[in-house]
């Protein structure tokens, strides 16, 4: 539940959820050794992250108009997807959370959708999808 992922350094503002997948591609590999059997190798391999989020107004929180202007600059950004350095049972602790140093998932990646929901009545919310651009590294410590 406190999995977050960190675009640039900053934490998606009053996300909702985080997501982070992992594709293997794969190729037929079976031979007549391997009777009636199938066999695969693995020969690609990619990741994918997505947020859901509140939109908020604050300028000091990654939100849709940061996103918006990474999108539309189509360079990648480096992403970091664990659980903050600063975290409590108190809400968000005062200067924003903090990226994780350990335990963590990190890379490069590209906005891949910014989608944006405001509907009659209530909070706008919006949600953006990354497509990884190399390896997602895993960092222990």
Known sequence: KDFMIFVDGKATALATSHKLTLNAETSDAASKDDGMWDESVITKMSWEASTEAR????????????????FIAGEPVTL????PTNLTNDGVPEGGWTAPTKNLYTGQALITSL?????????SSMTVSFKGGGKL?????
């Open 115 to 123: 989608d944006r929901s405001d509907a009659k009545g209530s909070n």
């Open 55 to 70: 939109v908020s107004a604050d300028a000091d929180v990654e939100s849709f108009v940061a996103l918006f202007d990474m």
């Open 137 to 141: 590294e895993k960092k222990a410590s």
């Open 80 to 83: 970091v997807c664990g659980i």
